[in-house]
């Protein structure tokens, strides 16, 4: 007979108990979509580096967010979180970080005016390098090969070669997040962001816009706003001036994330300083498996997705586990339910979450559960399917977002995007109409759909209006 000898976290994960918390304990436990790298030593090298290297974030900034994402959950703040579904290394260059950053400034701008509430700017940015897989293999022609999972791991082209997790990639991918925030953060010091010159963030394809007059308006109407304070006050009104971006990415490869946990001086606990805020994705949210396990340590907040399979018994455990002090500004419930399944499967999340007592800050990803595939004509390759999101369908689900959580007497502090500043042809309709042959024209993402710059405008233009 065969005796299971379960390991001593699993032991206490069974009985209830936790045991103390160490940034290696999640490695006794199954962890999902782990790349498989060569056995060749290369990885504890890699990783024996970036322990090393100076953080990309820092606990101050950590617990800033912190404090501010506590006050969007009670609906002080707003939260806008935004950026790519997956970032590339060919991506990393200043005009599309410039754009991305300029469509953020934007639409939080346009947020402010109509919520008059600050927003809290999270990009998807400086380390989304990495993707979980919904298969470990792909197959053309006859020919397998393990699956790209994004620019940290291996390479999209469909060779053995290319397809080999290489952790090289990982320092490239760790550089390349610290050249992105060492730009934003140069820009904003700079005055990129001053509030007294949104005139620098308009983009040259989007002057003839049809948005364009009523986005004008609002600056317009916020310039004299800051004029009126500064004459009255007699002061430059400084604390606008500054706005501060924070970085976010799917906590998934966990070599990688523990080699950036570390200790800091004059503060207790373990910070993860890659980013500002790791989330957990649906494929690796199992409560007993090692992502939850490792996030369960760590100080940063902690983004959950939430899709239309979460139970609400589940959900619940998962915070009370990720947050058993229930400290405010701690977890933030990203939901993605689709359009059509958000009336029926949002509200008895909301009632558990409330009944248990949990803080949470709830914030809506209207993009993830309106993903649908057509099939559209890319010359030589023919019909090819691809994947697209309709602007009709992603404004749905955020308006009954609003009603859902007003219904239930909890607060939606948040919303959440995958959009570029580019001038991309992804998601279907907005104000100019794209349709389905308008997607080979410029479909540059290698995953999901984003919003391109003037869908991502018109949406938070229409938010707006609605608060
Ligand atoms: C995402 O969050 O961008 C994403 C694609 O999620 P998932 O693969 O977990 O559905
Ligand atoms: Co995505």
């Not at 310039?223 to 976010?248: K, P, Y």
Request: proline share 5%; net charge neutral.
């Amino acid at each position: 007979m065969q005796v299971q000898v379960l390991s001593p976290v699993l032991i206490a994960v069974s009985l209830g108990s936790m045991q103390p918390w160490t940034a290696d304990a999640w490695r006794s436990l199954p962890a999902r979509q782990q790349p498989a790298w060569p056995a060749d030593g290369q990885l504890a090298e890699v990783l024996a580096q970036i322990a090393a290297l100076p953080p990309l974030v820092t606990s101050g900034e950590i617990a800033e967010l912190k404090s501010q994402l506590a006050a969007a959950a009670t609906g002080e703040r707003f939260l806008l979180h935004g950026g790519d579904c997956a970032e590339s290394f060919e991506g990393c260059r200043s005009s599309s970080i410039t754009n991305q950053l300029k469509i953020l400034l934007q639409m939080s701008l346009v947020l402010t005016h109509a919520s008059r509430k600050r927003v809290v700017r999270v990009g998807r940015f400086a380390g989304q390098y990495a993707k979980p897989r919904s298969i470990e293999v792909e197959t053309r022609g006859g020919v397998s090969l393990p699956t790209f999972r994004g620019d940290n791991i291996n390479r999209p082209e469909f060779t053995q070669e290319a397809r080999t997790p290489n952790p090289q990639l990982l320092l490239r991918g760790y550089e390349r997040s610290a050249l992105t925030l060492n730009f934003i953060r140069a820009l904003v010091d700079g005055g990129f962001a001053d509030l007294h010159h949104p005139e620098q963030w308009n983009l040259d394809w989007v002057v003839h816009s049809p948005l364009a007059a009523e986005y004008k308006r609002m600056v317009d109407a916020i310039g004299q706003g800051l004029q009126f304070m500064e004459t009255l006050a007699g002061v430059r009104v400084h604390q606008m001036q500054r706005v501060d971006f924070f970085t976010s990415h799917e906590c998934l490869v966990l070599d990688l994330e523990q080699a950036q946990t570390r200790q800091v001086p004059r503060r207790s606990g373990w910070w993860n300083l890659s980013t500002h805020l790791p989330w957990l994705g649906a494929r690796t949210g199992a409560i007993n498996e090692a992502h939850v396990e490792y996030l369960r340590g760590i100080e940063n907040p902690i983004g959950i997705k939430v899709s239309s399979d979460r139970t609400a018994a589940d959900l619940v455990a998962l915070c009370e586990r990720l947050n058993p002090q229930r400290e405010s500004g701690r977890i933030v419930l990203i939901h993605r339910m689709g359009a059509h399944q958000i009336a029926a499967t949002l509200p008895p999340l909301l009632h558990a979450i409330m009944r248990a007592k949990v803080p949470v800050l709830w914030v809506c990803d209207p993009m993830h559960g309106n993903t649908e595939t057509v099939v559209v004509q890319r010359g030589e390759q023919g019909a090819v399917p691809v994947k697209t999101r309709k602007f009709a369908h992603i404004l749905a689900e955020l308006e009954q977002a609003f009603e859902i959580h007003a219904a239930a007497g909890s607060i939606l502090g948040g919303v959440h995007f995958e959009l570029t500043g580019d001038n991309v042809t992804e998601c279907l309709g907005g104000a100019r109409g794209l349709v389905e042959s308008d997607l080979a024209r410029a479909y540059h993402s290698s995953l999901d759909p984003r919003l391109n710059y003037e869908q991502a405008l018109e949406m938070a233009l229409l938010v707006a209006r609605r608060m």
